[in-house]
Nanobody, 127 residues
Framework: QVQLVESGGGLVQAGGSLRLSCTVSGRTFSSYAMAWFLQAPGKEREFVSAINWSGDNTYYADSVKGRFTISRDNAKNAVVLQMNSLKPEDTAVYYC????????????????????WGQGTQVTVSS
């Protein structure tokens, strides 16, 4: 059983930073592609960023390029999303997701491709 637990959300002023962490249980973390998605109230879940199993390939939504950075530490079974220059429109619940068999170049940004999900962490950016 794979379990994901997010942490690091909170309230921050526009222009500030937050660091989200996702810890994954299980011995095969290094074989999973990992991703972050967000969901604002009344909206569908949206892709934010993904990182491949080895950490040498990353992908970002256009809305966060240059502001967010995804990284992973396979020794610690953790993936991190560093969020800088936050904007009020970044306000949402952020979810960590994991998948062993994602087709990296075709489906890495599709929520439906990810099997395992965390419970989410709230990020609120005030103006």
């Amino acid at each position: 059983q794979v379990q994901l637990v997010e942490s690091g959300g909170g309230l921050v002023q526009a222009g500030g930073s937050l660091r989200l962490s996702c810890t994954v249980s299980g011995r095969t973390f290094s074989s999973y592609a990992m991703a972050w998605f967000l969901q604002a109230p009344g909206k569908e879940r949206e892709f934010v960023s993904a990182i491949n199993w080895s950490g040498d390939n990353t992908y970002y939504a256009d809305s966060v390029k240059g502001r967010f950075t995804i990284s992973r530490d396979n020794a610690k079974n953790a993936v991190v999303l560093q969020m800088n220059s936050l904007k009020p429109e970044d306000t949402a619940v952020y979810y960590c997701a994991a998948e062993a068999s994602v087709s990296w170049y075709r489906t890495r940004s599709r929520a439906s491709e990810y099997t395992y999900w965390g419970q989410g962490t709230q990020v609120t950016v005030s103006s």
